[in-house]
């Protein structure tokens, strides 16, 4: 549907949050009913309200339906639609809807942007078509308005009628997969342009070749940089950004931070994996997705959804494999749960994490496999979305027990896992399941594997010493596991392959291990990631080779060097391009100020500044993995003072002749995978199918 215009803030507001009701949950009527009625694995990417253009924009559907069932959808939104009008919205999810919005205006994040660019965005859209871009700051003046309307009208009612049941400026869109599609494209393109080189004339064609030479020499040509504002190196303050924990408010393994959050408290909960079984361990990643939308023993997760959204500004899990800064590159992985809210919520919202982890319960079979089936299509959604990720994950897998781990619950391996668990849902096999999702919550959450850290203003950390112990007290006794299974291991080899999708452009990676942040040559490398990136590889494989990206990144966690590419065209072109890399940094044919450049875009990384309540979480998870602030620091120092011949030194080290192997990974569909190896007949890709 085409909603309201963008200028009235009012009716932005009301839709926004009209959407919120319809669908901001597992509780949300509208939601609710598309995924129980089974006809689709999860929603249709673009559900909900859009107000980026002067028409907004109300979506819903589902993914993964028969085309034969679009009637049945678009009545199921009907039914719930003027079931709504008629009979009224629960006042519970209309103070939801509302509290999420005070919460996520409250909170200050630099995600997914910087918080400046979030609030550039929030106004910008009305300021585009000629409206005034403070009055859609001030939305408590139309919240005020809202709320005393809604003591007397049928607002949300009155809205659903008018923008969505009786507004006929809507499309019903049905989107099918074509496997010929990009195949016949390209053959009609190619037809089409040997018919029109036929009839070019010998000056037309003189004119093409001398634009394309044209072109080549823009594309050569070095730009002039020095027209760009920038810094020197010692305006950079040789120091890095630490939070450091207040003193204990309480006991037990909880770290305090006592931090000016805007009246928000934040609460991160960390448990490690090491009493899991190897057989189990490929399931973390779905325990964390389905634990807080499952349901517990004593609400149905509909219920918990609700209240979740009424107290808290979100409640989550997630799985983590990092590598410990010992100097062995011990395999740490761990899974978090977060939660954070307003602290007038406080109360309510340990006790929701008290239920969570106490009461946490799986035994709904029906709930159980929609969630699965809505987990894979969020996994295969992210294989095109995410391609130079998941490639370079794949060529990285076998140099660590942390990389082999990360594969297995972010890569595609992660996706091949729950495609063999949802092949078959039988009741036996969901009821097989439930059994061991709930004996990994059983294994993870114990008093002695747990590790807290709060964060607050010193009221709310005061506040929080009786619930935390509560909660602590009512685990089960076991010791800690921050370790990886023994059974884990990398397998042998070094990956060289080619992974086939459904996706019209490839994503090729290469990886190839070097040394971690302790090392002197961390430095050098940070910078000869940059310098690569903007240098070379953007010009070869973007400028050049007409892919929306090309890249270079040095890990200094786990010691890794990776080159990659974003929606590529190619792939030999592009694996050229990656072995002419090393001669090009060691070539030396960089200035002093590419130099400079590439040390501000590493500070840069290093001094990113984070609101007070993200800051503090993230100074807890350096503590777990042992990256102390003495080391931090150590390599800031060390970077500010490089200098070429250090970075002539590691460049000649890691990409010369003696540079260690390399492995190669790329996703792109059969075909371009078979043209591929038809070119790279020395060493061709080992292909398999994602």
Not at 108 to 122: C, D, E, Q
Not at 191 to 211: G, M, S, V
Not at 330 to 340: D, E, I, Q, R, Y
Not at 649 to 661: L, N, T, V
């Amino acid at each position: 549907w085409l909603t309201a215009d963008i200028m009235s803030a009012y009716d932005v507001l009301v839709l926004s949050l009209l959407s919120e009701i319809l669908l901001g949950n597992a509780a949300s009527p509208l939601r609710k009913a598309l995924i129980d009625a089974g006809l689709g694995s999860s929603l249709a990417d673009g559900t909900g309200f859009d107000a980026d253009n002067r028409d907004t924009m109300f979506a819903c559907g589902l993914k993964d339906v028969k085309a034969s069932d679009a009637d049945a959808i678009e009545r199921i939104i009907f039914d719930v639609l003027n079931g709504l009008a008629r009979d009224g919205i629960d006042s519970e999810l209309v103070e939801a809807a509302i509290h999420q919005l005070e919460f996520h205006r409250k909170e200050i994040t630099n995600t997914p942007y910087p918080y400046g660019l979030k609030l550039f965005l929030a106004f910008s859209g009305p300021w585009f078509h000629g409206g005034n871009p403070v009055r859609s700051l001030r939305f408590d003046e139309d919240l005020s308005r809202l709320k005393a309307a809604l003591a007397t009208e049928r607002i949300f009612e009155d809205y659903t009628r008018r923008f969505l049941i009786e507004n006929p400026h809507r499309v019903r869109f049905t989107l099918t997969p074509d496997q010929k599609m990009a195949r016949e494209e390209e053959a009609r393109t190619a037809a089409e342009l040997e018919e029109i080189q036929k009839r070019l004339t010998p000056a037309e064609t003189a004119r093409i070749q001398a634009d394309q030479e044209a072109l080549e020499a823009l594309q050569e040509a070095q730009e002039d940089l020095s027209v760009l504002p920038t810094l020197e190196i010692d305006e950079i303050p040789p120091v890095v950004h630490t939070v450091a924990p207040a003193a204990p408010y309480g006991p037990g393994e909880t770290t305090w931070y006592d931090q000016a959050t805007s009246g928000i408290f934040y609460f991160t909960a960390a448990s490690g994996i090491g009493g899991l079984s190897a057989a189990d361990v490929p399931l973390v990643p779905f325990f964390c997705y389905a634990f807080p939308k499952v349901g517990t023993a004593r609400r149905d997760y509909a219920a918990m959804a609700r209240r979740m959204d009424i107290y808290t500004g979100g409640v989550g899990l997630s799985a983590h494999t990092r590598t410990q800064y010992d100097g062995k590159g011990t395999c740490l992985p761990f899974v978090t749960m977060g939660g954070k809210c307003l602290v007038r919520n406080q109360p309510q919202m340990f006790d929701i994490l008290s239920e969570l982890l106490h009461d946490f319960n799986f035994t709904d079979l029906n709930r159980l496999k929609t969630l699965l089936l809505e987990y894979r299509a969020n996994l295969e959604s992210m294989v095109v979305r995410n391609g130079h990720s998941l490639a370079i994950s794949l060529a990285s897998r076998n140099f660590s027990v942390a990389r082999t781990l990360g594969e297995a619950w972010q890569g595609v391996q992660q996706l091949q896992t729950l495609k063999e668990i949802t092949e078959d849902l039988t009741e036996d096999r969901l009821a097989g399941l439930s059994r061991r999702l709930i004996d990994i919550g059983r294994r993870l959450f114990t008093r002695g594997n747990l590790q807290l850290a709060l964060v607050g203003e010193d009221d709310a950390l005061k506040g929080a010493v009786e619930p935390v112990a509560g909660l602590i007290n009512g685990l089960d006794g076991g010791g800690r596991g921050f370790h990886a299974p023994a059974d884990i291991r990398p397998a042998a080899g070094i990956p060289r392959e080619g992974w086939s999708t459904g996706t019209a452009v490839s994503f090729v990676a290469r990886s190839f291990e070097t040394v971690s942040m302790g090392h002197p040559d961390a430095p050098a490398l940070a910078v000869i990631g940059k310098m690569l990136r903007s240098l070379f590889l953007h010009r070869e494989i973007r400028e050049k080779g007409g892919a929306y990206g090309g890249f270079s990144i040095y890990n200094p966690e786990d010691g890794l060097f990776c080159l990659g590419s974003y929606r590529d065209p190619h792939v030999v072109n592009t694996l050229r391009v990656y072995d002419q890399a090393g001669p090009f940094i060691r070539s030396g044919t960089f200035t002093d100020e590419d130099i400079k450049e590439a040390i501000l875009q590493v500070c840069s990384e290093i001094d990113k500044p984070d609101p007070p309540g993200p800051a503090a979480r993230k100074a807890f998870l350096r503590r777990l993995v042992g990256l102390n602030d003495d080391l931090r620091l150590g390599f800031k120092t060390r970077l500010l003072a490089l200098d070429r011949r250090q970075i002539q030194a590691a460049a000649d080290r890691y990409f010369g002749p003696e540079a260690p192997p390399q492995a190669v990974a790329v996703i792109a569909s059969e075909e371009k995978l078979a043209s591929a190896n038809a070119a790279l007949t020395e060493a061709p890709l080992t292909l398999h199918r994602i």
